[in-house]
């Protein structure tokens, strides 16, 4: 099946630093999410991109979709103690439709020392 | 109403046990969604109901068993589980048609078999 590589696995940042993360994938994919989970939550949507080449921004949230289908970045600007908790990159290949499910990133676990 | 909701928080049951979990979202999505979380892993699709239908079954075991009631309703009938099963059991549900990815998460229910 499809496998999305994200990177990096976990970031050990001080509060109020940007935060970058990627991810990658061998074949094209249709859409990009990004998730953002708390521990014991469900994961909660924070940006959906549709076209390649698309950045989007959410409050101190940005997200590309890249040129080529094959990959994404999620940058956090001046991280919070809120920020904490595990983002999963999210897509459908190119071949899916909308009942369709999600192949997720490995995720990235974001820790902030005060 | 932008809420997906999932009943029980907590299940905790025996091998010889039959439970169910349940599901409800109210925004009209005719697409719902069983994922299976472990700790520390991405979501792993489980089924896809599109317009109350089954439409995706990822070779999962038949102890599992999904029932989609109506449009708002979703629910995982569990029998003779295994430990191996414990896990977050995430309900999803989006939009039904092409172009519409973006899956709304409920915040789970915690199995615990013993």
């Known amino acids: 099946g499809q496998q999305l590589n994200q990177s990096p696995q976990s970031m050990f940042i001080q509060e109020g630093e940007d935060v970058s993360m990627n991810c990658t994938s061998s074949?094209?994919?249709?859409?990009w999410l990004w998730y953002k989970q708390d521990p014991g939550e469900g994961p909660v949507l924070l940006i959906a991109?549709?076209?390649?080449?698309e950045l989007t921004s959410n409050g101190r949230l940005t997200a590309q979709f890249g040129i080529t289908r094959k990959d994404s970045f999620l940058n956090i600007s001046a991280s919070i103690p809120s920020d904490v908790g595990i983002y999963f990159c999210?897509?459908?290949?190119?071949?899916?439709?909308?009942?369709?499910?999600?192949?997720f990133g490995k995720g990235t676990h974001l820790i902030i020392q005060p | 109403d932008t809420e997906v909701t999932q009943t029980p928080k907590h299940l905790v049951m025996g091998m010889t046990n039959k439970k169910s979990l349940k599901c409800e979202q109210h925004?009209?999505?005719?697409?719902m969604y069983w994922y299976k979380q472990k700790a520390k892993k991405p979501p792993e699709l489980m089924f896809v109901y599109s317009y109350e239908k089954l439409s995706i079954n990822e070779s999962v075991p038949s102890r599992f068993s999904p029932e989609c009631p109506n449009s708002s309703l979703l629910n995982l009938h569990l029998h003779a589980l295994q430990p191996e099963d414990s896990a977050l059991y995430l309900c999803?549900?989006?939009?039904?048609?092409?172009?519409?990815?973006?899956?709304?998460f409920g915040p789970g229910t915690r199995l615990t078999v013993l």
């Open positions: 999803a549900s989006s939009q039904a048609g092409a172009g519409a990815p973006e899956q709304f």
């Open positions: 999210a897509g459908q290949p190119y071949s899916g439709g909308g009942a369709d499910g999600l192949t």
């Open positions: 925004m009209g999505h005719r697409a």
């Open positions: 991109l549709y076209k390649a080449g």
């Open positions: 074949s094209i994919f249709n859409t």
